[in-house]
């Protein structure tokens, strides 16, 4: 049974895929999905259940939503990121959960390619008389799992790389420690960024040039920080380095003489859905060469100028039109931020 998608199933598609970014980051290895359960009343539309992926992947958003919802799930609508579970793990199929609690409609953005699902969760759901409706915002939903998507179809953790570059197109000075380039705006954006990210990569140049700690410091976010990996083949991680010093808030994880392939195997392996590399222009024109890079946060400042002894950005390869897309672009205050993805 299936129907066609609405206004309505367009605007709660989008609002479960925002309302899952609260977990980002914390579920691997299972995706962050999100539910939400909309019950019609009169001509109202009210929202009674939802639901994200709880932390380490339990429990899952369906059954959150639906236990929310309770009685009144009774032939209402299941707006849902990802297809349900239709197997046997660490928790019962979210289709059991779902055809237990009397829904009559399921809008899902997308499907699971886990081998495990990809379609019998639709499939079981259409069998037992309920209408599914998919997909809705597919590509979203598509960036918004990618992590998930990627690992499960063998593909190796989702990378995503983060430069911010200044009006001439340096990320920074030689020698010269941390430049400050972009504003507060992108401050707060790419400490988002780590929180939503399983791990963030560095060469060790970046880390003897600038002893960054690479956690999250927005407020109440630190116990977001991601693993930190540094790539250093020539041993020169200093001993004081400032991510070595408190292990508590983030494990950090040095690699040495080992390719971006490797490494990014080593770290699939350990269960790591989405790397974020956001240290040094070596590093990120390694990956970018070896077509691992996946999607790119490219923040150009109006402002600031680097001029002579400048670092300079991998430009030519983040904007060949050949490898990447825009799709999205907006001010982050005096900031411009660009998201490009890989095209194929």
């Not at 699939?268 to 590399?277: F, H, K, S, Y």
């Amino acid at each position: 049974m299936t129907s066609p998608v609405s206004n309505l199933d367009l605007r709660f598609a989008a609002a479960a895929l925002r309302f899952g970014r609260r977990h980002e980051g914390l579920t691997s290895p299972n995706p962050c999905v999100a539910a939400i359960v909309v019950r019609k009343t009169g001509d109202a539309y009210h929202v009674v259940g939802r639901g994200v992926t709880g932390p380490d992947g339990r429990p899952h958003a369906e059954a959150q939503a639906l236990l929310q919802a309770a009685a009144e799930a009774v032939g209402a609508t299941l707006y849902v990121t990802l297809e349900p579970c239709s197997h046997h793990g660490m928790t019962p199929p979210c289709t059991d959960a779902i055809l237990s609690s009397g829904i009559a409609r399921v809008v899902a953005c997308t499907a699971d390619p886990d081998p495990r699902v990809a379609g019998a969760g639709f499939a079981r759901l259409k069998a037992a008389g309920v209408t599914v409706v998919t997909p809705v915002l597919e590509p979203a939903a598509r960036r918004f799992h990618a992590g998930h998507i990627a690992a499960r179809l063998g593909l190796g953790p989702h990378v995503v790389l983060k430069l911010a570059v200044s009006s001439d197109g340096m990320i920074g000075l030689a020698d010269a420690g941390q430049v400050a380039i972009t504003g507060p705006e992108t401050w707060n954006y790419v400490h988002a960024l780590r929180a939503a990210s399983d791990a963030i990569l560095v060469g060790v140049g970046t880390i003897i040039s600038d002893d960054p700690s690479l956690t999250c410091r927005l407020p109440g976010l630190a116990g977001r920080s991601p693993l930190r990996v540094v790539l250093d083949s020539g041993n020169r991680l200093p001993a004081n380095a400032a991510i070595l010093q408190d292990q508590s808030i983030a494990e950090t994880r040095i690699f040495e003489g080992r390719s971006c392939e490797q490494v990014l195997e080593v770290l699939a392996r350990q269960g790591i859905q989405t790397v974020m590399i956001e240290g040094g222009a070596r590093v990120a024109r390694a990956f970018l060469k070896a077509g691992l890079v996946n999607a790119c946060h490219l923040i150009r400042s109006r402002d600031s100028f680097i001029g002579s002894g400048g670092v300079a950005a991998p430009l030519e390869l983040i904007l060949d039109a050949d490898r990447f897309e825009e799709i999205d672009s907006r001010q982050l205050g005096a900031d411009r931020l660009t998201l490009l993805w890989r095209k194929g």
